[in-house]
């Protein structure tokens, strides 16, 4: 059996689901529609997409990402994105979106090696 990160079959990154009621969600996508992400693994991390912050009725500040496409724009192009992204995972501050946005984060010194090293052991058990 082949290891899964040699693949060379793509179909892991996205698809789109043409019998949602909701489709599509997000006006403005140029690529294939990326369902993948339906709701974005991003959600609770700074990130650059265009949102707002609520209030909800527990009081609690949260964001609105119904603006963003940029997890559903292309199937490759949402993968790409969402995984650049959680390379480096940043929680989100509950502050409103910057302008101009959050720049992606930069690793910590020895972070890469770190993961790559609990990337290991859980493989190796």
């Avoid at 892991?12 to 006006?27: E, R, S, V, W, Y």
């Avoid at 949102?51 to 496409?69: E, F, I, P």
Wanted: include cysteine; aromatic fraction near 12%; hydrophobic fraction near 25%.
């Amino acid at each position: 059996m082949e290891p899964k990160d040699t693949t060379t079959n793509e179909a892991f990154k996205g698809f789109t689901n043409t019998n949602c009621p909701f489709l599509p969600c997000h006006p403005g996508v140029k690529r294939a529609f990326n369902c993948l992400f339906c709701y974005c693994p991003l959600i609770g991390y700074d990130c650059p997409g265009p949102y707002q912050t609520y209030t909800d009725r527990n009081g609690l500040v949260r964001k609105d990402c119904s603006a963003c496409t940029l997890p559903h724009d292309g199937h490759e192009q949402s993968w790409n994105f969402i995984q650049k992204w959680l390379e480096y995972p940043q929680p989100w501050s509950g502050k409103p979106q910057t302008d101009p946005p959050t720049p992606r984060p930069k690793p910590l010194p020895g972070a890469a090696e770190a993961v790559a090293a609990a990337h290991g052991q859980a493989r190796h058990g």
